[in-house]
């Protein structure tokens, strides 16, 4: 069941909320579902670029996310635009792919602007292969109340598959 953004911060965030809040539970989140070892996202991943040091929300081997409390059409261009240096100058998985971008964060309130992020969420989707994520439409991303998670699994084989044709694809590169 979807929920709106009020209840979903009324449930699941403190009172005063802010974007660390947010990064906490989403980072909970992702340890439920993949459980915890390498998978889990670490507490701080930095990216250096040629003109600084910037620090990512949350990484995983396979997933840059960036998050931002509210997904206003303004904030969905900020936070796409964070995610391509984080790409373009973090690790790539085996050295050459470059890892999922996701931008997640809690739907605004009002509704023209939800309907304008919604939108552009949606553009950036199937043009980009950007995934925007507005938290409080997605169940998936509700924290749960058992500790596992069976979709643990089924995202241990997808990754392991994923690597297994990126090694192919490698292979065949260098043979050719």
């Known amino acids: 069941m979807k929920l709106t953004p009020k209840e979903f911060c009324a449930k699941y965030l403190p009172e005063s909320w802010c974007e660390r809040d947010l990064q906490l539970y989403i980072q909970k989140v992702i340890r439920q579902k993949w459980g915890m070892g390498i998978w889990q996202p670490p507490d701080e991943v930095v990216v250096a670029t040629p003109n600084s040091r910037r620090r990512i929300d949350l990484a995983t081997p396979l997933t840059v996310y960036e998050c931002k409390c509210w997904l206003t059409y303004d904030n969905i261009y900020h ?29 605004p309130i009002d ?20 995934k925007v994520i507005f938290i409080n439409e997605c169940p998936e991303w509700y924290l749960q109340h058992s500790e596992h998670s069976a979709n643990k699994y089924l995202l241990y084989i997808i990754y392991f598959l994923c690597l297994f044709i990126a090694s192919f694809i490698t292979v065949v590169l260098i043979f050719s």
Not at 79 to 105: F, P, S
Request: no cysteine; proline share 0%; net charge positive.
């Open 79 to 107: 936070a796409i635009a964070q995610t391509e240096i984080y790409t373009r100058y973090g690790g790539k998985i085996l050295g050459i792919i470059k890892k999922q971008r996701i931008v997640i964060g809690v739907a």
């Open 111 to 130: 509704f023209k602007e939800y309907e304008s992020a919604r939108k552009l969420a949606k553009d950036f989707s199937n043009l980009k292969g950007i």
